[in-house]
């Protein structure tokens, strides 16, 4: 998914008041990446940690578009993800 059409989708729900779906579209972005960098089975541990940073860079991104909207937490919700399900990963990046 990309960053801006998401930061637009939830923008208009935040504006509809619409609670649910910001939180649905934020879980469906930050899975997403998540996804992207663990099933690509290519390459070694090198690589497998710069698909994390990239998705971590692209996910600081998105919650840097997001900020005047006043989302605090965001910031911790895909390292977080990471580190439940990917420790070694979250360890060897710093994130723990």
């Given at each position: 998914?990309?960053?801006?059409?998401?930061?637009?989708?939830?923008?208009?729900?935040?504006?509809?008041?619409?609670?649910?779906?910001?939180?649905?579209?934020?879980?469906?972005?930050?899975?997403?990446?998540?996804?992207?960098?663990?099933?690509?089975?290519?390459?070694?541990?090198?690589e497998r940690f710069e698909r994390f940073r990239g998705a971590d860079e692209q996910?600081?991104?998105?919650?840097?578009?997001?900020?005047h909207l006043g989302y605090s937490k965001l910031p911790s919700l895909f390292r977080?993800?990471?580190?439940?399900?990917?420790?070694?990963?979250?360890?060897?990046?710093?994130?723990?």
């Amino acid at each position: 998914m990309n960053v801006d059409r998401v930061v637009e989708k939830i923008e208009l729900a935040h504006a509809n008041h619409d609670a649910e779906l910001v939180k649905e579209l934020t879980q469906s972005f930050k899975l997403d990446l998540y996804k992207k960098c663990s099933n690509e089975a290519s390459g070694g541990d090198a690589e497998r940690f710069e698909r994390f940073r990239g998705a971590d860079e692209q996910w600081q991104e998105f919650e840097e578009k997001l900020s005047h909207l006043g989302y605090s937490k965001l910031p911790s919700l895909f390292r977080d993800l990471v580190a439940k399900n990917e420790p070694s990963v979250a360890s060897q990046l710093g994130w723990l």
